[in-house]
């Protein structure tokens, strides 16, 4: 890459896209293809462990009431789903829901544990995760994203199952 294409910032790199497409609207289906291939969830799994251990790293310091621990715990998702909402508004579908199917599933994995120094334990498990969930599903439901059933992987959430059949 060029040392002027390193200088440019986030904004000057969008704006000469823009006016290269501008200037060659032959090349909008390369753009679309190359831009569909890069907005990918490569190992949704790992994602999901990812979330599962930064909800886990959530140490209780002091006394916390139920609201602020939410709030602590959504502070942590809330870079997950404004991710998953970039995704969805660029058309990459697919990786936005993969990303919103990791959230749940670093929830679900959290619904067992029994240390008690974790937040999440504290807040009184598996009820915490399950409530937290079904406020992430209330935001990812708007961007009427195509979520797969989770039936297999989160047996006791029969509520999602229910929400998400057409």
Known sequence: MGSWKRRLSDDERSVLLTELLLRHPELAGEAEEITSTLLVVDDDQQLADEIT???RALRLRGPVSVDAGRGQVL???QPYIDDLT?????GARRAA???????????????EDTDENMLLARMGLPGAADD???TVY??????????PSLADECPEWTWYEESWMP
């Open 138 to 147: 209330e935001k990812v439901r708007p961007l009427h994203l195509p979520l």
């Open 75 to 77: 502070e942590v998702l």
């Open 97 to 111: 829901a993969d990303t919103a199917v990791a959230v749940m599933l670093g929830l679900y994995e959290c619904r």
């Open 53 to 55: 251990a930064r909800l």
């Open 132 to 134: 937290l969930a079904r």
């Open 86 to 90: 970039w995704r969805k508004e660029r």
